[in-house]
C-alpha cells in the first residue's frame, strides 16, 4: 500500500562527503566533513537537517562472548638487563636475557642479532626473555653497549648461575 502522503517518485539528496542520504549522515564516521559539504552545496536544507553527535561511546557486552575483558595490568619494571647462565642437561648451557624492552629494544630483533653473531640458537621465550644457546655471558656484557647507546655498563646486571664444567 502506498502512503498517500508520499508522491512518488521520491527524489532523494545524497551527501556528497558520505554519500548517503542527508537523513543519514548522523550515522557516518564523517560528521564534520557533512557539516560543511551540506553548508557549502546546500544552505537551504542545512538549517532543516541537523547533523548531531550520536553517542561514540562502544557499546558494552553484558553477557557471553569476548566482552570487555580485565584491563591490562602494566608492569613497571626497573631499567636493568639481567644476564644469567642457567644449566641444561648433558653439559649444556644457556644464557638468559632479560629486561631489553624496558630500554624499547624489540626481542625478537636481538635474539636475531644474538643468533647470528654467536652463530648459535637463539628463541624468545617470555615477554621479555631471551634464551641463547651457550655461555655468551661474557660476550654480551660487550655487545650490548655497543649495538645499543641507551644502555650502559651500569644497566647491565649479572645473575651469576653456575655453567656445567666438563
Known sequence: MADPDVKYPVNVTYCGACTMPLE???????????????????????ATVTIDDVSDEKKHQKRGGKGTGKPKKTVTMASKVTLQISARSKNKNVTLVKGLSTFGIDPKVAGKLFSSRFACGCSVTGADEITIQGDFKDDLFDLIPQKWT???????EDLGGEPNKR
Open 24 to 46: 543519514y549522515c548522523e550515522y557516518s564516521n564523517c560528521k564534520d566533513m557533512c557539516r560543511e559539504w551540506l553548508e557549502q552545496n546546500l544552505p537551504d536544507l542545512a
Open 150 to 156: 641507551q644502555i650502559t655498563d651500569d644497566d647491565i
